[in-house]
Structures are given as structure tokens and as C-alpha cells.
């Protein structure tokens, strides 16, 4: 049944690897707390929702943004959390395994090749803890969620939009709609011109979900950067549904930074909200 107005949910990466519990391999505080907002704001307003979006952070152990991709002059792989540059690679601190393995995904490169370009074009590359490996708990969306989720599907006669991203072990993928870089080879790593219709097409786009400043921020800026700059006036961003890495030390208070970037973005016209307010 047609919606009296396209309201459509986005809920970015919502999955056990990044919630605040004991076993998981990339907490971030509040995560669960934030799920547990969505989930009732979906039991609230799930009849007048005409889709979910769910993005499905999706990765493989050995990845760009995984400890085994890379090893120093030991061979031993990096810490979590280590900063990879262009010059730690051309100085030999860190490399690519495999380094002279040449590969027809990467245009014939060698991975150290495309390596060097690919951290020079991005300037620095993290190494995060291997998280939302592909088949693993840590790839489920979270319990109390998945169960809202569930239940509006069956209520509702509508199956949620679950998309995935990440695939790719040769490319960061934080936003929804393409990878830092893409890759020729992989349509999967180019603008995912569907979901950008989606997003244009709707009346409003409520986005929540993990974690605020990485994958969040980057959907919320490919989106802004992809469609008429006045449509950011329909995208409601719920506060507390969404939440920062924690800051590494020396680095400037996550939550602060976070403030400050949303205050901007409300400047520019995104409306800020939250789980209780929307559509209320």
C-alpha cells in the first residue's frame, strides 16, 4: 500500500562487531544503546515507513584494512589501529604481503604498486581490528534490531534492503553508496546509482547507525555530493542513534568533533533529530 509520504530509514552497519560488548572486535560506546533506539522508533513508526535500508559492513580476513594484509621487515603484521602512510610503505616499515604477486583485478599492478598508489591517494590507510568478517557473529546486525526488523517485514508485507559493502580485500568501503577508491574491475566498489534513485526519490531519509564519524559521515557527504545540494534539506539525521570511535590518544574528544561536524551539517540544511522527535 502506497505511503501518504516516502519516508525511508537508512541504518548504516548496524552490526555485532561494532556494539559495545565485551566480545566484539570494534566497540563502539553506545552502539548498543543506539540499536536499541532504531528498534523501537521502527516499532513506532514502521506503517508509515515505505523501506529500511540496512548497510552489511562485509569484509574478508585478509583486506586492506585488516592486520594481514600487511607485515614489516619481520613479518610480522601491524597492531590494530596502526596508521599506514606512503612513506612507511616506500621506506619499507610496512608492505603489502605478496608484494611482487601481480593481479588482473588491480590492472595488471603488483600489490605493492597498487598499495603505494592506493595510500597515496587517500593519504593514510588504517588498520582496524578484523571485523565484520563475512560468515562470522560479528557480521550479524544486532539482536534486539534484527528483531524489529523481523517484525516489520512481517507486519508491513516489505522485505528490508540490506546492502552490502566492503567486499572488496583491495579498497576501504566506509559509505554506503561507493568505496574510497573504486575499482574498475568491481562494479560493487563504483557509485551504486540505485540507492543514490532511492535516496532521491524519497520524501525524507532518516539516517542512523555506526559509526558517526567514519562510515555515517561518509554516506551522509557521498549522498550530499551525488544529488542537488538543496535535497540535503531531506535527510533527518537521528542523534541518538549513531555514535563515534572512540578518539586515539593525543586526538581531540570523538564526541566533540562529532558535534561540531553535525552542527555544521545542520547549518547546511540536514535536520538533526532524534528516535522520539521523528515523525512523532
Not at 87 to 114: A, F, Q, V
Not at 228 to 255: E, F, M, N, Q, Y
Request: proline fraction near 6%; hydrophobic fraction near 40%.
Amino acid at each position: 500500500m502506497a505511503k501518504a509520504m516516502k519516508v525511508h530509514l537508512v541504518i548504516i552497519d548496524p552490526q555485532k562487531s561494532f556494539m559495545d560488548d565485551a566480545d566484539s572486535s570494534l566497540p563502539v560506546p553506545g552502539a548498543n544503546k543506539d540499536m536499541d533506539n532504531v528498534a523501537r522508533m521502527i516499532k513506532r513508526i514502521g506503517k508509515k515507513v515505505e523501506d529500511i535500508h540496512v548497510t552489511l559492513d562485509s569484509h574478508r580476513v585478509i583486506d586492506v584494512g585488516h592486520p594481514g594484509m600487511w607485515r614489516n621487515q619481520n613479518g610480522d603484521s601491524p597492531a590494530p589501529f596502526t596508521m599506514i602512510s606512503a612513506d612507511d610503505i616506500k621506506n619499507g616499515i610496512w608492505r603489502p604481503r605478496n608484494e611482487h604477486m601481480r593481479l588482473s583485478e588491480l590492472d595488471g599492478k603488483t600489490l605493492g604498486e597498487y598499495m603505494l598508489a592506493y595510500v597515496t591517494k587517500i593519504k593514510n590507510s588504517m588498520v582496524w581490528p578484523e571485523h565484520c568478517v563475512i560468515g562470522t557473529p560479528g557480521h550479524n546486525v544486532q539482536a534486539n534490531l534484527m528483531e524489529a526488523l523481523l517484525d516489520w517485514e512481517r507486519r508491513e508485507f516489505m522485505n528490508v534492503d540490506y546492502v552490502v559493502k566492503g567486499t572488496n580485500p583491495f579498497t576501504e568501503h566506509y559509505g554506503a553508496l561507493m568505496a574510497e577508491v573504486p575499482l574498475p574491475s568491481d562494479p560493487s566498489t563504483g557509485l551504486n546509482t540505485s540507492f543514490l534513485k532511492i535516496m532521491n526519490d524519497a520524501d525524507i531519509v532518516a539516517l542512523s547507525g555506526e559509526a558517526l564519524l567514519h562510515c555515517l559521515k561518509t554516506t551522509v557527504l557521498q549522498i550530499i555530493k551525488n544529488i542537488s545540494p538543496d535535497l540535503i534539506k531531506k535527510l533527518h539525521l537521528l542523534t541518538d542513534c549513531s555514535s563515534p570511535v572512540p578518539a586515539a590518544p593525543g586526538d581531540p574528544d570523538s564526541r566533540t568533533v562529532g558535534d561540531v561536524w553535525l552542527r555544521e551539517m545542520e547549518a547546511r540544511g540536514m535536520n538533526l533529530t532524534t528516535s522520539d522527535a521523528f515523525l512523532a
